[in-house]
């Protein structure tokens, strides 16, 4: 029997009991005790899965529908040279440093699971449509020339010789050859894939509450009320990270949801190749990014609102996203629209993610990467594999404990106040 095969058996059993045995809570409990239980199967449950799992820990993820979640809506930039904002050198640190392992870790992946991930070493083009337009694309070239990156600043007639769909008005932009792509649902679909084949056993429910004992995490309750206890537990649920009942207010990651809506639309053959990189740009103040796909799925994102929980598609998330993709690529009316989507992406305070340990022994947190989830996922796996084998995380990732937001710690500071 295969890895996958005895993990799938073992999931089987839990829901209906036949392989629990009773405490004195008389709650069910899984038969097995896993060295880590990774609470949250999106990507960078996954990933922390996959790399502990790697490195030799017995590991159990509990979701509902591993593989889902934010990555299920995300277009896949992986773009720290155009997303680079005032205030986020730091992070900016962490995003290269992602984006460097990402070709090795894109080939693993696709190896171990067999699966096409869909990476684009593609680049990206972010162009200006107007003065104002120009104006902040020439600081942000100023900011990344300042910050050591390559980028270079292009003419209209340049931009639109690069990608001929552009629409005439362009006024120029950056061409940024190192910022590429990859398909989340693929990854997310691979790195299940690689769990499964790393003997990584999945619970397929919701967990409902973390367990805590002699101060010491012990795993969670699920939802049908299967105690699954764990070595340590990974709080990494993405927005609702927060939400998990019995977590110590001091040591609960203050994660909150930011919605985005993004649509997919589809290039006919008869029109490829429509565009061949990564276009973005800031229409009215707001970013819009078109990303087109080898499959010919072209993905056009997204809005950012606070509105808690919400993931209604409105008719205004989707006009304003088809006015300003329109302006920059007028073609795109032509093409098919093949889906509207709404997901969250978790947000932390500092617009930086939460790894490693918590303050509560036997919790870790990897959550809070707001825009960056896709383009952390190889640096979160190493990181939290590391600190799960170590007790410590690695040098690059030590800025991002979750010490810097408990109000009662030393290490109390975020990581930088964006601007
Ligand atoms: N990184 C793109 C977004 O979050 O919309």
């Known amino acids: 029997m295969s890895h996958a095969q005895t993990s799938r058996a073992q999931l089987s059993h839990a829901p209906d009991g036949a392989s629990t045995t009773s405490v004195t809570s008389h709650a069910p409990v899984t038969s097995h005790t896993p060295d880590v239980l990774v609470v949250g199967g999106g990507i960078i449950g996954l990933v922390t899965a996959w ?48 984006a460097r392992r990402y070709p090795d870790f894109a080939a693993e992946l696709s190896e171990t699971s067999g699966r096409d991930l869909g990476y684009r070493a593609c680049g990206t083009l972010a162009v200006a449509l107007d003065a104002d337009d120009r104006a902040h694309l020439r600081d942000l070239h100023e900011l990344q020339r300042r910050s050591g990156l390559d ?23 950056l061409r940024v050859d190192g910022d590429h792509q990859i398909d989340p649902r693929r990854l997310s679909a691979a790195l299940v894939t690689a769990c499964e084949r790393a003997g990584v056993v999945f619970h ?37 990270s927060g939400q998990l009942a019995g977590v110590p207010d001091e040591v609960r990651p203050p994660v ?29 103040g707001g970013p819009v990014y078109l990303v087109p796909r080898a499959d010919g799925e072209l993905v056009v994102g997204a809005t950012t609102e606070e509105l808690g929980w919400d993931t209604t598609v409105t008719a205004g998330g989707v006009y304003e996203l088809l ?22 992406r978790p947000g932390s305070p500092d617009n930086a993610p939460l790894l490693g340990p918590t303050a509560l022994p036997g919790l870790l947190v990897a959550t809070g990467h707001q825009r960056n989830g896709v383009l952390l ?39 930088e106040q964006p601007v």
């Open 151 to 173: 980028s270079a600043w292009l003419s209209g007639r340049d931009c639109r010789r690069l990608e001929p769909m552009l629409a005439p008005g362009v006024r120029g932009g």
């Open 204 to 240: 397929r429910a919701h967990a409902e509450r973390l367990r805590v004992d002699r101060d010491r995490a012990r795993g969670v309750v699920l939802g049908d009320g299967t105690e699954v206890a764990a070595g340590q537990t990974v709080l990494a649920a993405g927005s609702r």
């Open 323 to 344: 006015r300003d993709a329109h302006e920059l690529v007028p073609g795109i009316t032509e093409l098919p629209l093949t889906e509207t989507r709404a997901g969250l």
């Open 51 to 98: 790399r502990a799992a790697q490195r030799g820990l017995s590991v159990a993820v509990a979701d509902a529908d591993p593989g889902g979640g934010a990555a299920q809506v995300a277009a896949g930039m992986l773009a720290a040279v155009t997303e680079l904002h005032y205030g986020e050198q730091t992070l900016l640190a962490l995003n290269l440093e992602s």
């Open 377 to 415: 996922t190889p640096v979160t796996g190493d990181a939290m594999a590391h600190a799960l084998v170590t007790g410590e995380l690695p040098e690059e990732a030590r800025p991002f404990t979750p010490a810097r937001f408990d109000p009662t710690g030393p290490d109390a500071a975020p990581v």
């Open 256 to 284: 909150r949801p930011v919605k985005g809506q993004v649509l997919r639309l589809r290039v006919p053959k008869a029109y490829a190749p429509f565009l061949s990189r990564t276009v973005r740009a800031i229409v009215r």
